[in-house]
């Protein structure tokens, strides 16, 4: 079943939890986090990142998303995660996605509020979400380990957060508060007076990168400051890794499809614990 970004997002404000954002680029990831969906009945984001194209074209990954999606019992928002262009947001949303991130955080303001609105008056007519970004995180998605430092330098400043979300539209908004992309290099120091102000400031809900490598607790405090969406994708890639090669350690002559079956069962208890604390599920389960 597939729901709206908005309405998803409304659901997690009026229960104080935050929705998981999963990006799902090889098939045992998008195999194991709708296993975990159904397992807990709380909604997903499966997403797919432009960065991604590499390892998993949007075009080849896409169709199977949308349908596994729809014919699942799980509850899912299919979302375009870092569209870095209106033309890769449209293919996703031509292939049946109904929510996408337009990043033009790397961007000088008024062309990142140019490029932004651009695409929420695409979406729009198709009844489809923006989440926007603004302010710069360090790292990216395909775990760049020399990068993992936060700089408070480049956190978002609430008022052009506001002056963002105002001129733009969006109806999410990624910020920068002290995550960073991919494997952290030391703990995160999360900047918590600053979601205050951002949440206070933007009013739309806020969304988190960089979600993999917190602990339980800072999810939790993050997500009663006003995080809403949270995104994670390199812990679950190290779960598969570290199944598959646990795996292929124990018995020599197993083939590729039981390390294909291993992955997919680490994922689904890696994204089934992490929808869990930010769902409030814990000790539910
Ligand atoms: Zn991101």
Redesign the pocket.
């Known amino acids: 079943m597939i729901v709206s970004l908005s309405n998803a997002l409304a659901e997690a404000e009026r229960t104080g939890t935050a929705l998981a954002a999963v990006n799902v680029p090889f098939f045992e990831a998008l195999l194991g986090t709708i296993d975990a969906a159904e397992a807990t009945g709380v909604p997903v984001i499966l997403q797919h990142a432009q960065v991604h194209e590499g390892v998993m074209p949007l075009d080849d990954v896409g169709p199977a998303m949308v349908a596994l999606a729809q014919r699942s019992s799980g509850i899912f928002v299919l979302h375009i995660?870092?569209g870095d262009d209106l033309d890769y947001i449209e293919r996703g949303l031509n292939l049946g996605f109904n929510s996408a991130m337009i990043d033009g955080s790397r961007l000088p303001f008024e062309e990142n509020v140019a490029r932004t609105r651009e695409v929420v008056a695409m979406a729009k007519a198709r009844g489809v979400d923006v989440e926007g970004e603004i302010g710069v995180?360090t790292g990216n998605?395909n775990g760049d380990p020399s990068q993992g430092v936060a700089d408070a330098s480049l956190y978002t400043d609430p008022a052009q957060a506001s002056d963002f979300v105002r001129r733009t539209g969006v109806s999410a908004l990624?910020a920068s508060f002290g995550t960073v992309?991919g494997l952290y290099n030391q703990a995160p120091s999360i900047d918590y007076d600053r979601i205050d102000a951002l949440r206070e400031a933007i009013g739309v809900p806020l969304v988190m990168?960089?979600g993999s490598g917190l602990t339980a607790d800072e999810y939790r405090r993050c997500i009663a400051h006003g995080v809403r969406k949270i995104?994670y994708y390199t812990y679950l890639a190290k779960a598969a890794l570290e199944a598959a090669r646990t795996s292929l350690a124990d018995d020599r002559t197993t083939l590729f499809p039981m390390l294909a079956v291993a992955a997919r069962g680490a994922v689904k208890t890696d994204v089934t614990a992490f929808v869990d604390i930010l769902s409030g599920r814990e000790g539910h389960a």
Do not use: T
Request: hydrophobic fraction near 20%; charge should be negative.
């Open positions: 995660d870092h995180m998605e990624a992309h990168h960089g995104n």
